[in-house]
């Protein structure tokens, strides 16, 4: 019997922090499948040059990472109407007809979220930051029907740049009425680097916040934020960004390795190293 052995990676510039082979490790261990899951620490300038060699060299696909998600979109054949919007891609796949970009970040963003609790349904929802990561948050609110995204940045022209975007539902707040800005909202979202390791933490006053309003980090390291401890000091459901990076992983593995996977307790544990 012939097994193929089917290969996918994660290109970034850097890479080595990257916690996706694990990610995917987990997965090809826990399926028995015969494969490997490799990081590519690959220079801006190389890219394109990369991409080309990667199916000669037995590669299914890759996820990608800073600073490469917008320049995906350049070197692929097909590009999916969701990475269009976004203007980015994480996930690339080679298929028949040429290389796939997609992007599953909000997919990620979405599922991290309903996984903890259960039923969430956002309608007024505060987002801090006008980042790449946010602009795939943004999509992914829009698309499930939310009324109104107020949406702050230390650099009001962001915010102002993706409302025009993204339609009047996008209402740009400045950043010193981000406080205020969450009175009457369901949902916070910091799309920033504020709160993470190395970084100083995210000034912002909670008070505002209703108390049953969903507050989540897509930080996850550490897993406990500044904010999200005092979020949950005042008893908000918190949601580490743990789980976005988990769930957006699953798509690219189905594709690349012809197995829907599992995101459980199984798999953060292993990709803590717990």
């Not at 890479?15 to 987990?26: N, Y």
């Not at 916070?188 to 709160?195: K, P």
């Amino acid at each position: 019997m012939i097994h193929t052995l089917r290969v996918a990676g994660v290109i970034g510039d850097p890479i080595a922090h990257s916690l996706s082979p694990r990610v995917h490790g987990h997965w090809l261990n826990r399926y028995g499948i015969k494969g490997h899951y490799v990081p590519l620490h690959i220079k801006p300038q190389d890219f394109a040059q990369a991409i080309t060699m990667l199916p000669r060299m037995g590669f299914a696909g890759a996820n990608v990472t800073i600073p490469h998600k917008h320049d995906a979109l350049a070197v692929a054949d097909h590009v999916t109407p969701l990475a269009r919007r976004i203007g980015a891609a994480n996930t690339l796949t080679f298929t028949d007809l040429g290389l796939e970009a997609d992007n599953t970040d909000g997919y990620g963003f979405t599922h991290n979220i309903l996984a903890a609790v259960p039923g969430w349904s956002p309608r007024r929802v505060a987002v801090i930051g006008a980042g790449g990561a946010n602009r795939a948050v943004i999509v992914a609110l829009l698309d499930l029907g939310v009324e109104e995204i107020r949406l702050t940045n230390r650099t009001a022209e962001r915010s102002a740049g993706l409302a025009d975007e993204f339609g009047p539902r996008i209402v740009p707040c400045p950043w010193a009425q981000r406080t205020e800005m969450l009175e009457g909202c369901d949902t916070l979202i910091n799309g920033t680097s504020l709160g993470m390791v190395g970084n100083p933490a995210l000034d912002l006053n909670l008070s505002a916040l209703p108390g049953n309003a969903v507050v989540n980090d897509l930080v996850y390291s550490p897993l406990e934020t500044p904010l999200l401890a005092q979020a949950r000091a005042r008893g908000n459901p918190c949601v580490d960004g743990l789980g976005m990076l988990l769930h957006q992983a699953a798509p690219g593995f189905e594709r690349w390795f012809g197995r829907k996977p599992e995101v459980d307790a199984d798999l953060r544990n292993a990709v803590l190293g717990q």
